[in-house]
């Protein structure tokens, strides 16, 4: 049966609002580590972390940054150097995180579902001199990717390979054995030391996202930015005193790591971190830590509402959920009020280059914003921009050929601006210079409209990238590893609707002639080559002949998307 306990109601949305105003406008730029202290001296002993296993407070978090800082200022990081890290949603990924910040460095977090090239991309790319890495996680073995790239990496860095890595630091997932020569996470605290004392206008994050054309780039954003964002998910979300917010979604994502972590941190609340999804397990750990929101992308929120249709979990702790980051059905909305007895829904829109979500719908928005729009162009309160009526980021849609405005409501091209938008890609001028407009505003890709009170509502994309289970998805990532495989001359990769990861990719191939394929061959192919979300979940041959193609001979992919609904019998 639904669910039927009477809820106490939070205190209303404007008052929660006012609260957080009045804690922390005007607005005082901070760095990360800053931000950390500062919760620390009013709220030492409250939880900020909290898992199954260990509970960590304010006070706890921030003297462990302290001493883990000392032992990356003893391995030689300085100011301004970059420390690359793969870590699961540990406690330990918090700690490290604010200890970056604290040593004046930048943190690179890796997607940790990368495969061996993926990483090793990374890791160049970015420049990383320092990396803290698990050993295992799942079936990746990330000591054994490094053997492959760097050989003898435990004594001496990347070597050749990998010239700008001086240090690899490896945390023990589980009872393996010790590498000889590698260093022990255990062995980087160190008596905790003076802060950096870090400028809050530096970069405190290059978060790698898949763009439109080429290999992932890496996103440079700063203290504040973060700061600002963080502020702005707890004030848009109307947070209360002491939310207890549980995530299972990676804190390498901007989503977990903003809407989660960050935005906990101004109301002095709890992060609850799960390794990974499991809808039992989530709804268990709400009961068990009284958990009083949870951060969702549509897939897991499905999984949640089955698994209490099934079995009915004590979840009256909570009162607030956001389910973005994907396409939702129709009936998503009202299920959560049903089955999870949630009273304030919300749902949003952003990318890694806006530092996360940047339109959301308000907690006491009625039900048709849900079904209908993607949210309202945030109001960020004390962080955002006067002028543009306190948004940390602007949008504006227009025509993609000629750059001009289209009318109110009508579909065009979302571009963006504000100080919550990056200035660019890492050592990445041109696809930086190709992002941005003349007058200085963000090509999204997406087409949207937006409407006449500022709700944004999503139409579809210019660029050719989705989303799979919360994962932004580039598909010639997928078709350059394709077209090694012996049997295929070309592979074209378009999403289609999938009800459990929101889309997945199907895949196009022209076949060498006399070539044949054997089952799920070409998906197992890429398996070892990339990350789960990466691989196409169908393949369908086709002739050259029948692909649609432009007058220049490029795949129509809107056309292929079409055929393959078709093909397969999807919605």
């Not at 990998?162 to 260093?183: I, M, Q, Y």
């Not at 930015?225 to 995530?247: H, K, P």
Request: proline fraction near 6%; charged fraction near 25%; include cysteine.
């Amino acid at each position: 049966m639904p669910m039927s306990e009477t809820r106490s109601p939070l205190p209303s949305v404007k008052s929660r609002q006012q609260a957080l105003e009045a804690a922390y406008a005007p607005w005082r730029p901070r760095t990360l580590d800053q931000m950390l202290d500062h919760v620390a001296r009013l709220h030492p002993d409250r939880d900020f972390v909290v898992t199954d296993d260990r509970s960590f407070s304010y006070r706890a978090m921030s003297q462990w940054a302290g001493r883990i800082a000392a032992g990356l200022s003893a391995l030689g990081v300085r100011p301004g150097d970059h420390v690359a890290v793969v870590l699961a949603n540990y406690p330990e990924f918090v700690a490290v995180k604010f200890a970056i910040a604290r040593a004046g460095a930048v943190m690179v977090p890796v997607n940790f579902l990368n495969r061996r090239d993926e990483l090793g991309y990374v890791l160049r790319q970015s420049d990383a001199t320092v990396l803290i890495t698990m050993d295992r996680f799942r079936d990746l073995d990330y000591l054994e990717a490094l053997d492959q790239l760097a050989p003898g990496w435990e004594v001496k860095g990347g070597g050749e390979a990998l010239p700008s890595l001086r240090h690899v630091v490896v945390f023990a997932t589980g009872n393996h054995s010790v590498r000889t020569g590698a260093k022990p996470f255990s062995a980087l605290e160190k008596p905790e030391g003076a802060p950096a004392g870090g400028d809050p206008a530096s970069l405190s994050d290059i978060i790698y996202t898949s763009g439109t054309t080429g290999p992932p780039k890496g996103v440079m954003l700063t203290h504040d930015m973060m700061l600002r964002s963080g502020y702005g998910s707890a004030y848009a979300r109307a947070f209360e005193d002491g939310r207890r917010i549980l995530c299972s979604l990676p804190l390498y994502h901007v989503y977990g790591y903003v809407e989660g972590l960050l935005a906990a941190l101004f109301v002095a609340g709890s992060i609850i971190l799960q390794l990974k999804f499991d809808a039992a397990a989530t709804l268990r750990a709400v009961s068990r830590h009284r958990a009083s929101d949870v951060l969702l992308i549509p897939t897991m929120t499905l999984a949640l509402i089955e698994e209490q249709k099934q079995h009915r979990h004590d979840i009256s702790s909570l009162r607030s959920v956001i389910s973005s980051g994907g396409r939702a059905p129709a009936y998503l909305w009202d299920d959560i009020r049903t089955w999870l007895g949630v009273a304030e829904i919300t749902t949003g829109y952003g990318m890694t280059e806006c530092t996360a979500s940047t339109t959301v719908t308000r907690p006491d928005d009625p039900p048709e914003r849900l079904l209908t729009t993607n949210g309202r162009l945030r109001d960020v309160g004390a962080a955002g921009n006067r002028a543009s009526g306190n948004r940390l980021v602007d949008y504006r849609t227009i025509d993609p050929l000629t750059g001009t405005d289209v009318a109110p409501g009508e579909v065009g091209e979302l571009v963006a601006k504000g100080v919550g938008v990056t200035k660019g890609y890492y050592r990445k001028a041109e696809e930086t210079a190709a992002v941005f407009t003349a007058d200085g505003w963000l090509r999204t890709g997406d087409l949207a409209r937006i409407d006449a009170d500022g709700y944004l509502s999503l139409a579809g994309r210019l660029k050719e990238s989705y989303r799979c289970g919360g994962e932004t998805v580039l598909p010639t990532e997928a078709e350059d590893q394709l077209v090694l495989h012996p049997k295929v001359l070309q592979a074209h990769v378009v999403p289609v609707p999938d009800l459990k990861m929101g889309e997945v990719g199907a895949a196009f191939v022209v076949l060498r002639p006399g070539a044949e394929l054997q089952g799920d061959e070409l998906i197992d192919y890429c398996k070892p080559r990339l990350a789960r979300f990466k691989i196409p979940k169908y393949v369908i041959p086709i002739t050259a002949e029948a692909l649609p193609t432009t007058a220049s001979g490029r795949a129509r992919k809107f056309m292929l998307t079409e055929m393959a609904i078709r093909t397969l019998g999807l919605q």
